[in-house]
């Protein structure tokens, strides 16, 4: 294996995870990563909120920790000590014009409890339904079903738009309707499959985890701290500003083009790019493979970070924020209360929140300017919370085609991309395409690319 060199294409969560299993596990390779932008990261960025000095992410805010993989690559870099857990638990769901508390305990949005569920947020006959086992009225059928198909079955129509589709479907911007339950939910999936029924086997498993158990960690700097640590261990190995425009075959190995005008002559190349980019970049090798990454959709969203006075606006501290329920006539599809729900962000003069919008079947925000998105946003925290000043400080990140959806059928469809892939022995695809958009399935696609990559090279 000594000298020989891997290229890594993108320096987001996924490539640099790549990257830094590569050096560790087998310090003998030569590995390079290329990053397209001017920092590594990708969607995840923490900078300081101008104005208020206080640094908070532009895109992803935290991790499940109830997963291993994003857990234990922070113990490995030393990071534990400086991860926190949300100091809010509570949550809401924006429905029928009006905050209403989200059923506690639930799992994704599935309430195990119809006592907990609030007045007026489902129909007598769905919580009768929620009060049995929660089994199909007529079996399920085998193989991948939707996210959608398995919740109405189980605890019916109501239940599933009202609480699931807004929870699951927020993980990627998606319609939960359209979206794999293999690959976005597979703990229901396997539940509803369970002859004792969904409910009944949610409850049973959780007898099992210990609820005030945090479900999500943080590092205290943001998840920058997390970047920031990867990149410094993997030093002059990364290349910034370097966008990889083609790839081509050679007698052995691959040659790398990119926007600086460099080629660079490698073993093999890992593509940790959104998937739509590498379906260019595999293209002219591996059509098949192209055309499963490219018929791929993506979501576009928009965090809008703002701060009021809070002689303006006050928000409760026992709340984490609230989505916004479809059909609801609002742009935003959450709202988060960053100073409520990390206590390193509350700021004594000002609440900040962080303002999503954006799915995959609206792109309203992509048609607004800047000014006039930021008040269409702000006019719908005046709408939800009720404030009547202007914000002090708003901050726009737009994350074009960022969210990758997965359809019915998605672990078939990645088993036809690596064996279309097989023909291109040293190019690799990986990324949130694999398992998932969590940090968490980044992390563990990186670590599987980086075990391909070295078996191939070995
Ligand atoms: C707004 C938002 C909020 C989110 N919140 C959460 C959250 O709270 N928790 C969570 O777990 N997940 C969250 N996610 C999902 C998660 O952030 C992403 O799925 C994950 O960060 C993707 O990592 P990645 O490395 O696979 O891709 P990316 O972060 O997209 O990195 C890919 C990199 O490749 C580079 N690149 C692209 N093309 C080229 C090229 N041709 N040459 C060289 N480089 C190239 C890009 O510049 C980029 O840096 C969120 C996502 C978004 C958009």
Redesign the pocket.
């Known amino acids: 294996m000594a000298g020989r060199r891997i290229m890594v294409?993108?320096?987001?969560?996924?490539?640099?995870t790549v990257a830094h299993r590569l050096v560790v596990d087998h310090p003998h390779l030569d590995v390079t990563i290329?990053?397209?932008?001017t920092v590594?990261?990708?969607?995840?960025r923490t900078t300081p909120l101008a104005g208020l000095g206080i640094d908070i992410?532009?895109?992803?805010?935290?991790?499940?920790v109830r997963v291993p993989w994003?857990t234990d690559l922070c113990a490995e870099l030393g990071l534990s000590d400086g991860l926190v857990a949300p100091s809010a638990r509570g949550a809401s769901l924006w429905l029928d014009g009006r905050l209403r508390p989200i059923p506690s305990p639930n799992v994704l949005g599935v309430p195990l409890d119809p006592a907990t569920v609030a007045p007026g947020l489902l129909p007598d006959a769905d919580l009768e339904r929620l009060a049995g086992a929660g089994r199909p009225d007529v079996p399920l059928p085998a193989g991948d079903l939707s996210v959608g198909r398995v919740i109405r079955a189980c605890v019916g129509d109501t239940v599933f738009e009202r609480l699931v589709d807004p929870l699951i479907g927020g993980?990627?911007a998606g319609r939960a309707d359209d979206l794999s339950c293999t690959t976005m939910a597979p703990g229901l999936l396997a539940a509803s499959r369970n002859p004792d029924g969904l409910l009944a086997t949610l409850r049973h498993a959780s007898l099992k985890t210990d609820p005030t158990a945090p479900v999500?960690n943080t590092p205290r700097a943001g998840m920058g701290r997390l970047v920031g640590e990867l990149t410094s261990r993997l030093g002059d190995r990364i290349r910034t500003g370097?966008?990889?425009?083609r790839i081509e075959r050679a007698d052995s190995g691959w040659v790398v083009c990119?926007t600086d005008g460099t080629t660079a002559a490698v073993d093999a190349v890992v593509l940790?790019?959104?998937a739509h980019?590498a379906a260019t970049?595999v293209a002219p090798h591996a059509p098949e493979a192209a055309s499963v990454l490219g018929g791929l959709r993506h979501a576009s969203?928009?965090?809008a970070t703002m701060a009021w006075r809070r002689s303006d606006l006050e928000v409760p501290g026992d709340q984490s924020g609230f989505l916004v329920g479809r059909g609801e006539g609002l742009l935003m599809t959450a709202c988060s209360f960053a100073g409520s729900k990390w206590a390193h962000l509350d700021d004594p003069d000002h609440t900040i929140l962080r303002v999503?919008c954006g799915r995959i079947d609206d792109e309203r925000h992509d048609t607004m300017d800047d000014p006039r998105l930021a008040s269409a946003l702000a006019a719908d925290v005046t709408a939800t919370l009720g404030v009547q000043a202007p914000p002090v400080v708003v901050r726009l990140?737009r994350?074009p085609r960022?969210?990758?959806q997965f359809p019915v059928g998605h672990p078939d469809l990645m088993a036809e991309l690596h064996s279309a892939m097989a023909a291109s022995p040293g190019l690799v695809v990986?990324?949130?395409v694999r398992h998932?958009?969590?940090?968490?399935?980044?992390v563990r696609?990186?670590t599987e690319a980086a075990v391909e990559v070295a078996d191939l090279v070995g």
């Open positions: 294409v993108g320096a987001g969560i996924t490539g640099l290329l990053e397209a932008s590594t990261g990708g969607k995840l992410d532009e895109g992803a805010d935290a991790f499940l994003a993980v990627n999500f370097v966008e990889v425009t990119s940790a790019t959104p980019v970049l969203v928009v965090v999503s990140t994350w960022s969210l990758v990986t990324g949130a998932g958009v969590g940090i968490p399935a980044c696609s990186g």
